[in-house]
């Protein structure tokens, strides 16, 4: 019995020593700028300007760049402490707590025809979803009525209306934030099959 006790000791002090080495992490990112680029459902290399795809099988998705700011001492995560993989910690990644800063509205606009319900380069974020992490679906004007926070890793949008105008299009979408920081950031040219 104390054979096994020793060595269960062992094995939690080399545990502890190994994944005690976590640097400081910055707990908030604030966002300065994102790109914007198309996807076909079901792969994963960007869509670019020679593209066709099904409106469907359409998505955008808003990558943010951030700054990372006001660091912390990584905690020690005891949650794998028995059975850690090749005997390293989780790290907190930078920017854990998210932003402190707001989305105010992101608008959408295209240099072609939509529909003929709207003119060139009128507002047509109604047309678009946000899919959350659920993978739910909230039209995009609801959304950012909530003044929600940016997202640490990216924000998918999905065209849920078909143009009927003009097939090709490029959305320019413009994102602000509560505290008037607005970037704009457009897409490759798409061509949607009829």
Known sequence: MKKVFWIFAVAIALNIYSCCNCDEVKKYFDVNGFSAEGYKMGQTGKLDSTAKVNFEEYYIDLTFNKS?????????????????????????????????????????YSPYLFDSSMAVNENISKYFTVVTNVGSEVNLNEYT????????????LKLNTKPTASLKQQFTIVYKQTNGETYTAKTPMIEFIE
């Open 145 to 156: 009525l909530s003044k929600p926070n940016p997202s640490l890793f990216y924000l998918r």
């Open 68 to 108: 990372y700011y006001s660091e912390c001492k990584q905690q020690l995560d005891f949650s794998n402490l028995l059975f850690n993989n090749a005997y390293a910690c989780k790290c907190a990644m930078d920017g854990i707590y998210g932003s402190t800063e707001k989305i105010d509205s992101i608008q959408i």
